[in-house]
């Protein structure tokens, strides 16, 4: 018996590749949406932990842990010597804690005391689109992001208020 089009039941493998192509269209269009959402999130998370580790120098000076000959007190050259908890509550076993870095699965943290001024650097280990640095200028309680790439000015601008020479300042 003949039947008619209008009766026909199913799905007919033109419409489902149609279906399948606007599917993988929405996901392309969203997944650079995403990267960048989390790479956001890890830059909040670098600054929240270069932040408690200015605080950490901060009291370190203010308690004159550590005392030149002529009786000044200065900053901590050595991470491991100052009062912080470096991973918080969820402590993971890929931090690496030394005298002179701190190394997390994003970042690595350095110290630079060059200039009389002590600065905290967190460079960011994705150097391929989001290359960007966040300093925490001690003396001066200020947190800055820096970037030369297109994806690392698009984080800066995320997280802080653009300068007049190009760097943001994080509040």
Same mark, same amino acid.
């Given at each position: 018996? +003949? ?11 033109? !419409? ?6 606007? @599917?993988? *269209? ?6 650079? $949406?995403?990267?960048?959402?989390? !790479? ?8 929240? =932990?270069?932040?408690? =580790? ?5 009291? +370190? ?7 030149? #000959?002529?009786?000044?007190? #200065?900053?901590?050259?050595? +991470? $491991? ?11 993971? #076993? ?5 005298? $002179?870095?701190? $190394? ?11 200039? *009389? #001024? ?15 640095? @966040? ?6 309680? !200020? ?8 994806? *690392? ?19």
């Amino acid at each position: 018996m +003949f039947q008619s089009p209008l009766n026909k039941k199913g799905v007919t493998l033109m !419409e489902m590749m149609v279906v399948v192509i606007i @599917i993988v *269209g929405l996901v392309m269009a969203a997944y650079p $949406t995403y990267l960048s959402s989390l !790479e956001k999130a890890r830059a909040q998370e670098a600054v929240q =932990l270069i932040s408690h =580790l200015a605080a950490a120098q901060d009291k +370190f000076l203010a308690e004159c842990y550590n005392m030149d #000959s002529s009786g000044n007190c #200065s900053y901590s050259a050595d +991470f $491991t010597k100052l009062p912080v908890e470096i991973a918080g509550p969820n402590k993971s #076993s890929n931090i690496t804690v030394a005298a $002179t870095q701190i $190394t997390t699965p994003g970042y690595i943290y350095t110290m630079d005391n060059s200039g *009389g #001024s002590l600065n905290i650097v967190a460079t960011t280990r994705r150097k391929t689109s989001y290359d960007y640095t @966040i300093t925490a200028k001690v003396a001066e309680s !200020e947190i800055l992001c820096k970037a030369d790439k297109k994806n *690392g000015i698009k984080i800066c601008g995320a997280i802080g208020k653009k300068t007049s020479d190009g760097v943001y300042k994080i509040d």
